[in-house]
């Protein structure tokens, strides 16, 4: 099993629409999740952190869920500018330094 | 959030030169940086991972006499690429961890090797 795991998509969705990413991971010690957004030819840029009890960011829930091993992406209401690629990243903590990166979902938003 | 900064952009060099590649936390202390490289719709691959004062600790596979990297406070770390050839052409991504855990990236030096 790959530490991280993502759907690599793409997930072509309508404006408007709501649309969810989940994301797996294989380390039930893992400390810290984040997801990011990378854009074609441009470095990843953190999009939120995920907290043990969910976190918001206007359009953008992230949500964790230890006992089945995985942290989801929601996104409300999506715009053009929201085609990126979402990135689950996840740190093992526990002295450990490098975190590891899912492979990606792309998401494409169409007018 | 925190800023990073990675110089150059873009470089163009002829096979056998050496290319350095400096990334920086521009209002934080990174005491850990690191630096991948993304071939085109490939996902990120770390290359190794560089510690303030220490060596560096190199991923599988990655030759460190190739990619030199010094991480000379804790503000800046350097890559050089060493007698380039058209195979190391990539998109070089630096990434400095904050107090936090939190990894912020650079822009990206898109290297291209002729």
């Known amino acids: 099993r790959k530490e991280v795991e993502q759907d690599p998509g793409p997930f072509n969705v309508p404006e408007g629409a709501t649309v969810a990413f989940n994301c797996t991971y294989s380390?039930?010690?893992?400390?810290?999740f984040f997801w990011y957004r990378q854009d074609c030819r441009k470095e990843p840029k953190l999009l939120m952190s995920v907290y043990s009890s969910g976190n918001e960011d206007g359009r953008f829930t992230a949500q964790l869920n230890r006992a089945s091993q995985y942290i989801s992406l929601l996104i409300r209401d999506s715009k053009l500018s929201d085609s990126a690629t979402y990135l689950c990243v996840v740190n093992p903590g526990g002295g450990y330094q490098k975190v590891t990166f899912g492979t990606g979902t792309k998401l494409q938003v169409i007018p | 959030g925190a800023v990073v900064s990675q110089h150059p952009s873009r470089v163009i060099c002829k096979s056998g030169t050496s290319v350095k590649i400096e990334c920086r936390s521009l209002?934080?202390?990174?005491?850990?940086m690191f630096w991948y490289r993304q071939f085109p719709k490939k996902s990120l691959m770390l290359m190794a991972t560089?510690?303030?004062?220490?060596?560096?600790?190199?991923e599988q596979g990655v030759e460190k006499d190739k990619f030199l990297i010094n991480h000379a406070s804790l503000t800046l770390s350097t890559l050089t690429v060493t007698s380039a050839h058209p195979e190391d052409s990539s998109f070089y991504i630096c990434?400095?961890?904050?107090?936090?855990?939190?990894?912020?990236f650079g822009p990206g030096t898109r290297l291209t090797v002729l």
């Open positions: 380390n039930s010690a893992s400390q810290s």
């Open positions: 209002d934080f202390q990174a005491t850990t």
């Open positions: 990434s400095a961890r904050s107090s936090t855990d939190t990894q912020y």
């Open positions: 560089s510690n303030e004062g220490s060596k560096a600790t190199y």
